[in-house]
């Protein structure tokens, strides 16, 4: 159940969803923060979406067999979102990527800042489509970090059409960055470096 700061069930800032256990769901396990929806143009930078939800933690749940309908679905999906923790949770079998947080496709201030991914295990994901990521990122997100996490390379995706599924997927224009101490049985990190869609100077990795 996902809690606000005075103990009542609610959606938004402020909200843990922590200890709980999802399996066979037919879209995305958990979704957060705002996809700039319909009539926004999905490619600008809109700062104010952050605001709408912050301080977010997705702690110590297990995620089975996500995305078991909608093959575009993910387990943990986080849009616009600012100050938010994933942390300590276990990802396995899901038909596209794991864990994404970021929304937008730009390098501008997007309000996104202050995200934290850490001590979270992946596996098996991509089992049916592939440009994806057990970890996957997109835009300007400063003092951001992808730390301490144990990801499988991607399941061998019978309908996959190419070659992009990654462990951590930087996706168009991440930026702000910081990513250490990942552990995997393969190459780590996806740098999109088509066009425009390259990270940015702010990424490092250690």
């Keep these: 159940m996902a809690l606000c700061s005075h103990g009542c069930p609610r959606t938004g800032s402020d909200c843990t969803v922590s200890h709980c256990r999802f399996e066979r769901i037919g879209g995305t396990a958990i979704l957060g923060g705002s996809f700039a929806e319909s009539p926004l143009e999905v490619h600008r930078p809109y700062k104010h979406l952050a605001e709408r939800c912050q301080r977010l933690l997705i702690s110590d749940n297990e995620f089975l067999l996500t995305a078991q309908e909608d093959w575009g679905a993910v387990a943990i999906g986080l849009g616009y979102v600012r100050s938010c923790t994933v942390s300590r949770n276990v990802v396995t ?15 501008h201030d997007t309000g996104m800042a202050d995200n934290h991914i850490e001590h979270n295990s992946v596996s098996d994901y991509a089992c049916q489509l592939y440009d994806a990521g057990g970890i996957y990122t997109l835009s300007n997100q400063p003092r951001s970090s992808i730390s301490d996490n144990d990801i499988s390379q991607p399941y061998p995706a019978p309908y996959a059409t190419n070659h992009r599924g990654f462990p951590i997927y930087l996706d168009a224009r991440t930026d702000g960055f910081t990513i250490e101490n990942t552990r995997t049985d393969g190459r780590p990190v996806r740098r999109d470096e088509i066009g425009d869609n390259h990270p940015g100077p702010d990424v490092k990795i250690k």
């Design 93 to 107: 079998g899901t038909n596209y990527s794991g864990i994404c947080i970021g929304w937008g496709w730009t390098p």
